[in-house]
């Protein structure tokens, strides 16, 4: 493009040259020196012209170059600004959670202290107690000598949504340990404790470890909580469940993340203080769940009111209660027969959770989703599992707990 502007000039140039020579008097050298210096007028403009367009062209990158350097540096100062209000922020955190910490271990010494005194009354019982066979007094010797020594373990069995079986929770059961290390059956164990009155021992040290599980599951994903099973002895055991009580009241922070758990006949045969107990629970924040529900025929006002806001049940039976069109349907406002893929909406509506428990093949959770289930629990989805020793032996029951016990025969 400039070569031909340039030839433009010449042509220009020429042009004014000849008409010099044609139309007036100037000589032939004159004409042609017109010619060109007009050439060169017309090339030094144009060199002129593109040099002013290139120096604005910098002039205003400089600009915006300012411009940004001088955004830049806003932002360093807003961003060093921020930086010393979250240091700032993370010292009073770390301050407040370490007086919390101390507060809080405080306040366990005691509870340790009054708890294991109602344990030493409770385990002093059981050697009153009436005459069993060798067999059963064998595995009451296990039991008593499991508490005594702090072989209560925690296995941990996840629970996930539904379809894409995300770990939203997990369900905790205890398991006791003999010297050896092999487990004491929980038919065995939990015979043996309903049978002496030992139950609210065991809950109790189960809660120990299920709110420091709570806790540490919290730090990685606050939105994974844990089912913590609990006897209808815990919950009407007058010398315990105050304990139990205080216990829960201190950690009711977790009330979004402790589930207790009852099992359904336990729950429909509730005491008046078992019932005043849970709504003492129910006023801390804390939720309830029932299991092994054997019909979806329940009261769902009902159990809101208590508190309640899970229901588990066997998969096998609850697909076929819905598969059935006569089957059970809950008792709700609802007046027209619901259809089984309406039922679980219906359970939501009241504030209540449907889990599909048991469920041991992928056949199973095909037909569940067709009932849109929301959470399935079983060995398809993860067996019980023993939680690491290393957290085994953090979430341990308190030593000065176990050597107040070990004094015990």
Avoid: W
């Avoid at 009436?130 to 064998?138: F, G, I, R, T």
């Avoid at 015979?191 to 809950?203: E, K, V, Y």
């Avoid at 609802?334 to 209540?352: C, P, T």
């Amino acid at each position: 493009m400039t070569f031909i502007l340039f030839l433009l000039y010449l042509s220009a140039g020429a042009g004014v040259g000849y008409g010099l020579f044609s139309y007036s008097a100037v000589g032939l050298p004159l004409s042609i020196a017109g010619g060109a210096v007009t050439s060169a007028i017309l090339g030094q403009i144009h060199i002129l012209a593109r040099a002013g367009a290139a120096t604005k062209r910098i002039d205003e990158r400089l600009d915006t170059l300012s411009r940004d350097v001088t955004d830049v540096k806003r932002a360093q100062k807003v961003t060093d600004a921020r930086i010393e209000v979250v240091e700032q922020t993370v010292k009073v955190e770390l301050t407040e959670r370490r007086d919390a910490l101390v507060s809080e271990m405080k306040q366990l010494e005691g509870l340790i202290g009054r708890l294991t005194q109602s344990f030493e009354a409770k385990l002093a019982e059981t050697s009153g107690a009436k005459q069993v066979s060798p067999l059963e007094d064998a595995v009451l010797r296990d039991v008593r000598d499991a508490l005594k020594d702090g072989r209560v373990d925690l296995h941990l069995q996840p629970i996930v949504s539904l379809p894409h079986r995300r770990v939203s929770f997990y369900e905790g059961f205890t398991r006791l340990r003999r010297p050896d290390g092999s487990l004491i059956l929980p038919a065995d164990f939990l015979d043996a404790g309903r049978r002496a009155n030992l139950m609210g021992i065991i809950d109790n040290l189960t809660l120990f470890r299920c709110v420091q599980i709570v806790r540490r599951l919290a730090e990685r994903d606050r939105r994974v909580g844990v089912f913590c099973n609990i006897a209808s002895a815990s919950l009407e055991d007058p010398a315990l469940f105050p304990l139990f009580h205080e216990f829960m009241s201190e950690n009711r922070d977790l009330s979004g993340a402790v589930i207790f758990e009852l099992r359904a006949d336990k729950f429909e045969q509730r005491s008046p203080v078992m019932r005043a107990n849970m709504e003492k629970l129910a006023a801390l924040g804390f939720r309830f769940s029932i299991d092994h529900a054997d019909s979806l025929a329940l009261d769902l006002s009902r159990l809101q009111a208590a508190g309640v806001r899970f229901v588990k049940m066997n998969g096998s039976q609850l697909i076929e209660q819905l598969r059935d069109p006569q089957g059970e349907r809950p008792v709700s406002n609802i007046n027209k027969r619901l259809e089984g893929s309406e039922v679980s909406a219906v359970f939501s509506r009241y504030g209540i959770t449907m889990i599909a428990e048991k469920i041991e093949d992928e056949a199973s959770v095909l037909e569940i989703l067709e009932y849109e289930i929301g959470y399935g629990q079983g060995h398809v989805f993860g067996a019980p599992r023993p939680i690491k020793a290393s957290l085994m032996e953090d979430t341990a029951p308190p030593q000065a707990l176990i050597d107040r016990l070990s004094n015990f025969g």
